[in-house]
């Protein structure tokens, strides 16, 4: 499995209904080939502004790499880039497999 989790951070001139747009857009993307599970919401936190968060997994890292090269999310990264900045955090996973250290010592 391949993960994918996007942390947009809104820019403070970017008009609601602006982003109410992306948000759609960014939902849509999700509807694609190799694509098992996807999020988009709003944080609830606002202290440092509104934040995105985008939580995508894929089938495994080829699925991403076809998914990212598409044109759909061409799209979406274009708009996105002129409302917001972010930071990305990808990773591969065994599925099932806990993300906790269950060692005491």
Same mark, same amino acid.
């Given at each position: ?47 440092? &502004? !509104? ?7 894929? $089938?495994?890292?080829?699925?991403? +790499?076809?998914? %990212? @090269? ?7 990264? &274009? !708009? ?7 930071? $990305?955090?990808?990773?591969?996973? +065994?599925?099932? %497999? @806990? ?7």
């Amino acid at each position: 499995m391949f993960r994918h989790v996007v942390l947009f951070r809104v820019r403070d001139d970017v008009t609601d209904p602006d982003l109410s747009a992306a948000i759609d857009e960014l939902r849509a993307v999700g509807k694609a080939p190799g694509v098992t599970a996807w999020t988009i919401e709003m944080s609830l936190d606002t202290r440092k &502004g !509104r934040i995105v968060v985008e939580d995508g997994s894929f $089938v495994d890292r080829s699925a991403f +790499e076809t998914w %990212r @090269a598409g044109h759909a999310h061409q799209r979406v990264a &274009g !708009r996105m880039a002129g409302l917001a900045d972010w930071w $990305v955090g990808d990773w591969e996973t +065994e599925p099932g %497999r @806990a993300n906790v250290d269950t060692e005491t010592g």
